[in-house]
């Protein structure tokens, strides 16, 4: 049972408010330094976490008040800016309600990074450079990151944001329940296709003038000359994420019984495409070129991860108990997964860990 100080009642008014005073403080400076110092993101279903016991929970960063248990923890998306800095988001699905968590990568440590108020479930993460980052989430949360600190942003809807792609510190997409926003001149602001769909789940884009977005189902939107439009409605198959290979070529991951569990679109057409057994669903997905990428889920087995290669998907090893929602590759040969129960796996030199 935690210690509790006794009260000293021969102590002066003038002294318990001095030590207040300096507790609170200390309290705000603590949480000023917590967090010293792209990627495309997407609505994932949320997974039943299990209890961790494969590898060690990130620490919590020093100076910090409060800490999440991890292993009730799912993280969604992952941004590295370098080989020793990067950040993850995720949700505590063990805490009610549901809090957002946020893990900073910083000189071989993930270590957990706390804002002064608990943060609602988190969906979307974009990192521009190691000084300047968007996330964004429930309630029509935005925080950006700068001068070292995670800080709110002037939102436009009090709804759902669940997806999130900046092209620049200065011009990006994001998506949810309203539809899509698109930041420039300093702010964001509500596109005017967004009632084409009931909402926006994942955002991917080539160029300023060139992206794609899912809806609901794979109901697929193209962005070119300053419009969306919907190029294909298919509601037999539930995209959880696309990533971008070239101006004109992508693929789409996740679930659809009796059907392929992925979307190739090359060339104007698009092709389904089965990665893995038939009981594979999949989250996680980056490409790094044409003919290379990385895919990842679960399975009946357990956590799955996938690479392509030379215009072929083959599963590689990985530990089974490990179920991805998102991987960044910091080149061909090192990158991070993060997802179920808290847990971050590391590629370095062919190998997971």
Same mark, same amino acid.
């Given at each position: 049972?935690?210690?509790?100080?006794?009260?000293?009642?021969?102590?002066?008014?003038?002294?318990?408010?001095?030590?207040?005073?300096?507790?609170?403080?200390?309290?705000?400076?603590?949480?000023?330094?917590?967090?010293?110092? =792209?990627?495309?993101?997407?609505?994932?279903?949320?997974?039943?976490?299990?209890?961790?016991?494969?590898?060690? +929970?990130?620490?919590?960063?020093?100076?910090?008040?409060?800490?999440?248990?991890?292993?009730?923890?799912?993280?969604?998306?992952?941004?590295?800016? =370098?080989? +020793?800095?990067?950040?993850?988001?995720?949700?505590?699905?063990?805490?009610?309600?549901?809090?957002?968590?946020?893990?900073?990568?910083?000189?071989?440590?993930?270590?957990?990074?706390?804002?002064?108020?608990?943060?609602?479930?988190?969906?979307?993460?974009?990192?521009?450079?190691?000084?300047?980052?968007?996330?964004?989430?429930?309630?029509?949360?935005?925080?950006?990151?700068?001068?070292?600190?995670?800080?709110?942003?002037?939102?436009?809807?009090?709804?759902?944001?669940? =997806?999130?792609?900046?092209?620049?510190?200065?011009?990006?997409?994001?998506?949810?329940?309203?539809?899509?926003?698109?930041?420039?001149?300093?702010?964001?602001?509500?596109?005017?296709?967004?009632?084409?769909?009931?909402?926006?789940?994942?955002?991917?884009?080539?160029?300023?003038?060139?992206?794609?977005?899912?809806?609901?189902?794979?109901?697929?939107?193209?962005?070119?000359?300053?419009?969306?439009?919907?190029?294909?409605?298919?509601?037999?198959?539930?995209?959880?994420?696309?990533?971008?290979?070239?101006? =004109?070529?992508?693929?789409?991951?996740?679930?659809?019984?009796?059907? +392929?569990?992925?979307?190739?679109?090359?060339?104007?057409?698009?092709?389904?495409?089965?990665?893995?057994?038939?009981?594979?669903?999949?989250?996680?997905?980056?490409?790094?070129?044409?003919?290379?990428?990385?895919?990842?889920?679960?399975?009946?087995?357990?956590?799955?991860?996938?690479?392509?290669?030379?215009?072929?998907?083959?599963?590689? +090893?990985?530990?089974?108990?490990?179920?991805?929602?998102?991987?960044?590759?910091?080149?061909?040969?090192?990158?991070?997964?993060?997802?179920?129960?808290?847990?971050?796996?590391?590629?370095?030199?062919?190998?997971?860990?």
């Amino acid at each position: 049972m935690p210690h509790r100080p006794q009260n000293h009642p021969r102590a002066s008014l003038a002294s318990v408010c001095l030590v207040s005073a300096l507790l609170l403080l200390l309290t705000a400076c603590g949480a000023a330094q917590a967090g010293q110092v =792209s990627s495309s993101t997407a609505t994932q279903p949320r997974a039943s976490a299990t209890p961790a016991e494969q590898a060690p +929970s990130p620490t919590t960063q020093a100076g910090q008040s409060s800490e999440v248990d991890l292993s009730q923890t799912i993280f969604k998306q992952i941004a590295m800016v =370098s080989t +020793s800095e990067g950040w993850a988001v995720g949700n505590d699905f063990g805490n009610d309600p549901i809090r957002g968590v946020v893990l900073h990568f910083h000189n071989g440590v993930w270590s957990q990074y706390h804002t002064a108020q608990p943060l609602p479930e988190l969906d979307g993460l974009a990192m521009t450079s190691a000084s300047d980052g968007w996330i964004v989430g429930s309630g029509g949360t935005i925080l950006r990151y700068q001068h070292g600190a995670w800080v709110p942003f002037a939102s436009p809807t009090p709804r759902p944001l669940t =997806s999130l792609y900046m092209l620049s510190s200065t011009e990006g997409w994001a998506g949810g329940d309203d539809g899509f926003f698109h930041y420039q001149h300093g702010t964001w602001t509500l596109a005017p296709d967004s009632a084409l769909v009931p909402f926006v789940n994942t955002i991917s884009m080539a160029s300023s003038t060139e992206g794609w977005a899912m809806s609901q189902g794979a109901v697929l939107l193209r962005y070119t000359q300053g419009h969306w439009q919907i190029v294909v409605d298919d509601a037999g198959f539930n995209v959880y994420n696309i990533a971008m290979a070239s101006s =004109s070529e992508f693929w789409a991951v996740g679930q659809a019984a009796q059907r +392929s569990n992925a979307l190739h679109y090359k060339s104007g057409h698009w092709q389904p495409t089965q990665i893995g057994s038939s009981d594979v669903a999949l989250f996680a997905l980056t490409m790094l070129s044409p003919s290379e990428g990385w895919a990842a889920g679960n399975s009946n087995a357990g956590g799955v991860i996938f690479h392509y290669l030379n215009g072929q998907w083959e599963q590689v +090893s990985s530990p089974a108990q490990v179920v991805l929602h998102a991987i960044a590759m910091i080149s061909r040969t090192e990158g991070w997964g993060v997802g179920e129960n808290g847990k971050t796996l590391h590629y370095l030199d062919g190998i997971w860990s």
